[in-house]
């Protein structure tokens, strides 16, 4: 395999012996654009002069990014031009992350000195060089020459052009080989705009048109036997079997006419599934017996019947069958009840030349279309590794929540109590009181109602407004959701907003959404998410509770409180005697004038009072014991009290950070924590799996159309998340035909995702077991989920309901791959080296990457770049597992000081009891077990060839054992401790 020298001699380069990098630190690189770069314009390294540079750029200590860099641009160089020879991969190759094509995809992408398109890099560099020269610079030769000399000071005048495209080559951000590469197998800066899995190439057809065809070419055959004479004349006239084929296709592909009956049953009953439609070639069409064709020829024109029909097919240019007339089309004979089936453009089909609106194109069969953007959402294998380095390392969680904010007079971090969400005083009669009692009056129904509620509840059908998607009932279940998505998700004048008739009849329309927030994350919680994203209490309570074995549901009792009661809690609760009592009083009223209702909210209050103190009593991060918080190994864990399981089957939570009570939930979470959440890794591929990629396609296809209708964008993302979470949403069956009723109680309804459209959609075009199948090839059900909620986020463009879910995995990937500034560097380059890793080798490391493209005889040099490169690569997969670490560490260091720094004040002593001293419990075993656990596998652990991030002491031996001292390996090794 070539070394780098001899790639380099594809750029003009030079060099006295190996090769390794370009361009100065960036300190010089205004001043010296490359110092690499002689006089002759040319790229000339020897070692001698690489060690120089590194030397006085302050080795790694100071530069090492900039360094990396340079090695990372000319390393993709190596790899375009090893693909230019047909070298880059070959049968031994086997990793599911390979591109189907990748090889042939790279080959001509370097070009050559002389290319002149836009396509290749060497035809950019010319042409942005010609720009310089010809627009810029427009006889301006002197002006032009400035320029360039103040880019590459050293370099003769007759050589500063091939200085400047040799630089662009491996320098330009937006076209070197790596941006290049970075946009073929990775994500674009915007992954809107990235390079996606092409699909397959479709094309419309106008059946008026093939019908004329028709006509025109059996014009002169004889009608009582045409169907025999069209059977023969395919078999030799390829021209005719093109025609026929074509009109197969545009009616519904070979099974319309091969099993008619069953085809049209499916039709009339809206259960076709469009992706599993057969196609023809012209050559299969020579296949069609008799019989196919005069089913084919009964679509075309119902009227015609060869055994009364006679005389050629046209006479003085004109036939009495086949004019493509609506009437004379063979009609599906709908039954009472049936509703017409839609194609993709939601228009009722009444014939079989009504079901599609485009085919895809076939010559010698289906073929994938060759774009550069590829179908949005349609992630390519290598995409794929990234997706899954990603959701393997940082362990991403999608969260939802209602928090209900401290309002206390001493609302303080420091302490947790009833103090921090009732006022110290209370006069009974003041608007503020009368805000309080209706704020404490909405928290126990909100809880009995929307979090301890069990899945059954979610077999009730959706309710809401006529008309608002209007039609079939869905119910939860159905559409993936339960009580406390209708918080959430649904239409717009909804979001946010708990519903008054789940709360009590007492209080106004609804329970003021001033008494709390509720909110979709708009970020993944992460291991390494920073604690403005999410405070210590959110990041660690999720993540133990994730990693915990069987979390049972904690129910929090409430009950009707006496004024006496109130003030023995309150006083509990470190108020003063005289303050207890004036807001017990307060709360109770005693005030025989006022309404029931009024009356009914403060017994309401009094069960708020009740239920807060039992749920803080299980979450006030207070250890009362003796023995030390941190417990040793071999002594039992002292239970730490800083969540509470609220909903173990949903995945809700409560923690109280400084922000207030959370109640959080994760999103997905049946698939999470689902036994068989992972199975085994797959791939896609069209070559080898037609039928699978063909379903994909078709379902991209049917949510791009979802997208293009005000209902489809109602309907979409209901639909997209009942075929990730819902629950029997494959057969017709589950759908009721009743009409929604109309409550007309004036009452805040919740949203509806149900309509007569909806109901067509999920088993015609826009069919949900279609929607199913995007991205199949990912392995894990969770990870899944977020990929494809993140997709169906960019398709659901109304305004009415919008995107269930306002996170996105694929920028979150994208932003690894991006830097702001050479000083930011390890996602930045690594995850390209760490792809073809993968998929060049037969289970080979990154040092064989090295070995193949680098030659480099200066021992010390080389050692550097190697530990360089691996520490880098090391890094990703283990940062995020050290971030979590160091961030409990920290976090547990910060909760006790301070608690020691209250102790050792003025503080009243009764309030050190609500002031934190613990956090979560954390052991080795407890941090492996969740760094480890399969819920993050991006496929079965016994197939995986990445290496999770709690293994990074052993990746870090197998990475950097190259042929160099011990003591730089036992160095490594610490590094990574």
Not at 680 to 698: M, P
Not at 909 to 918: D, I, R, S, Y
Request: with cysteine; net charge negative.
């Amino acid at each position: 395999m070539k070394k780098l020298l001899t790639i380099l001699g594809a750029l003009s380069v030079t060099a006295s012996t190996s090769v390794l990098v370009v361009a100065c630190g960036p300190e010089k690189e205004k001043d010296e654009n490359s110092i690499f770069i002689d006089e002759n314009g040319n790229l000339k390294i020897d070692s001698e002069k690489l060690l120089e540079w590194y030397q006085n750029n302050g080795g790694f200590v100071n530069d090492s990014n900039q360094y990396l860099k340079n090695i990372y641009n000319l390393f993709a160089v190596a790899v375009l031009q090893d693909a230019a020879e047909g070298k880059l991969l070959t049968d031994d190759n086997k990793s599911l992350y390979i591109n189907e094509g990748l090889q042939d995809k790279l080959k001509t992408l370097l070009g050559t000195p002389n290319s002149n398109d836009s396509v290749s890099i060497w035809g950019r560099a010319n042409d942005k060089y010609k720009t310089l020269k010809n627009v810029t610079y427009k006889d301006d030769e002197k002006g032009l020459r400035k320029y360039l000399k103040g880019l590459f000071p050293n370099v003769k005048n007759d050589a500063l052009e091939k200085a400047f495209k040799n630089n662009f080559i491996l320098t330009d951000s937006d076209n070197s080989a790596f941006a290049t590469l970075k946009r073929i197998i990775g994500f674009n800066s915007s992954y809107a705009a990235s390079s996606w899995e092409n699909g397959v190439e479709w094309q419309s057809f106008d059946f008026k048109a093939l019908f004329a065809n028709f006509t025109s070419t059996f014009a002169t055959f004889e009608m009582s036997t045409l169907s025999t004479k069209i059977t023969e004349a395919i078999q030799t006239d390829n021209g005719a079997a093109s025609l026929i084929s074509q009109l197969v296709n545009a009616s519904g592909g070979l099974g319309a006419i091969k099993n008619e009956t069953a085809f049209e049953n499916k039709v009339k009953t809206s259960t076709l599934d469009l992706s599993e439609l057969e196609f023809i070639t012209a050559e299969q069409a020579k296949s069609l017996t008799t019989d196919n064709v005069k089913v084919l020829l009964n679509h075309m024109d119902e009227n015609f019947n060869e055994s009364e029909a006679s005389g050629p097919l046209v006479v003085n240019g004109n036939s009495k069958f086949f004019k493509a007339n609506l009437s004379s089309l063979k009609k599906f004979k709908y039954e009472e009840g049936q509703k017409k089936f839609k194609n993709t453009k939601n228009e009722e089909a009444e014939n079989y030349f009504q079901l599609l609106t485009s085919v895809p194109k076939i010559v010698n069969g289906i073929e994938q279309q060759i774009t550069d953007s590829g179908v949005f959402g349609f992630m390519k294998n290598s995409q794929k590794f990234l997706v899954d380095n990603y959701y393997q390392n940082k362990k991403p969680v999608a969260l939802s929540e209602i928090l209900i904010p401290f309002k206390g007079s001493v609302a303080d971090s420091k302490t947790i109590s009833l103090k921090n969400f009732i006022p110290n005083k209370m006069d009974g009669t003041s608007d503020e009181t009368k805000a309080h009692i209706d704020r404490l009056a909405g928290i126990v129904n909100f809880y009995q109602n929307y979090i301890s509620v069990s899945s059954e509840a979610s077999q009730n059908p959706l309710e809401g407004e006529a008309n608002s998607v209007s039609g079939a009932s869905l119910t939860l279940a159905q559409a993936g959701m339960t009580d406390w998505d209708t918080i959430m998700r649904g239409k717009s004048d909804d979001r946010g907003i708990i519903d008054q008739s789940s709360l009590t009849e007492d209080l106004a329309n609804k329970w003021n959404s001033e008494y709390y927030t509720a909110a979709k994350k708009t970020k993944l919680l992460t291991l390494d998410s920073s604690t403005e994203d999410f405070t210590n209490e959110y990041k660690y309570s999720i993540y133990d509770f994730i990693n915990s074995e069987s979390p049972e549901t904690k129910t929090i009792d409430s009950k009707e409180l006496s004024e006496q009661e109130i003030t023995e809690i309150l006083i509990k609760n470190a108020f003063g005697t005289e303050d207890a009592k004036s807001i017990a009083s307060a709360i109770i009223g005693n005030n025989p004038g006022e309404s029931e209702k009024v009356q009914n909210r403060r017994k309401e209050a009094t069960k708020a009072i009740s239920f807060l103190d039992n749920l803080l009593q299980e979450i006030n991060q207070h250890i009362e014991a003796e023995a030390p918080v941190e417990a040793k190994d071999g002594e039992d864990p002292i239970k730490h009290k800083n969540y509470v399981v609220l909903n173990s089957e949903q995945g809700i939570i409560a923690f109280i950070d400084s922000a207030g009570l959370h109640f959080s939930r994760i999103d997905g979470y049946k698939l999470l924590n689902d036994k068989d959440v992972v199975e085994n890794q797959k791939k896609v591929t069209f070559k080898e799996n037609e039928a699978t990629y063909l379903k994909e396609v078709e379902s991209f296809k049917n949510l791009a159309a979802l997208s293009e209708t005000s209902t489809g964008q109602e309907a979409l993302p209901f639909l997209v998340n009942g075929s990730l979470l819902g629950t029997s949403t494959t057969g017709q069956q589950n759908l009721s035909s009743e009409s929604d009723d109309e409550s007309g109680n004036g009452e805040t309804e919740k949203p509806k995702a149900n309509s007569q459209e909806l109901k067509d959609n999920l088993y015609g075009a826009y069919g949900i077991k279609n929607i199913a199948n995007m991205n199949q090839s990912i392995s894990n059900k969770y990870q899944k989920f977020l990929v494809n909620s993140s997709i169906a986020t960019e398709y659901a463009k109304s305004t009415a309901v919008g995107s269930f879910y306002d996170f996105n995995i694929f920028d979150n990937v994208t932003k690894t791959l991006t830097t702001d500034s050479d000083t930011s560097l390890p996602g930045y380059a690594s995850w390209m080296w760490d792809y073809f890793a993968e998929v060049m080798g037969d289970g080979k490391k990154s040092e064989d990457l090295l070995s193949r493209y680098f030659d480099i005889p200066d021992s010390t040099t080389a050692l550097k770049i190697k530990e360089a490169v691996s520490k880098v690569s090391i890094s990703n997969y283990k940062g995020p597992a050290d971030a979590y670490t160091s961030g409990m560490k920290e976090w547990n260091k910060t909760v006790l000081n301070a608690y020691k720094a209250l102790e050792n004040s003025q503080i009243n002593k009764e309030q050190l009891k609500f002031t934190p001293n613990a956090t979560i419990l954390n052991t080795d075993a407890k941090t492996i077990a969740l760094l480890t656990s399969n819920k993050f596998d991006a496929y079965k652990k016994s197939e995986s060839k990445t290496l999770k991030a709690a293994m990074w002491i052993n990746k870090v031996g197998r990475q950097v054992e190259f042929q160099y001292s011990t003591l730089n390996v036992d160095s490594m090794r610490k590094a990574g401790e």
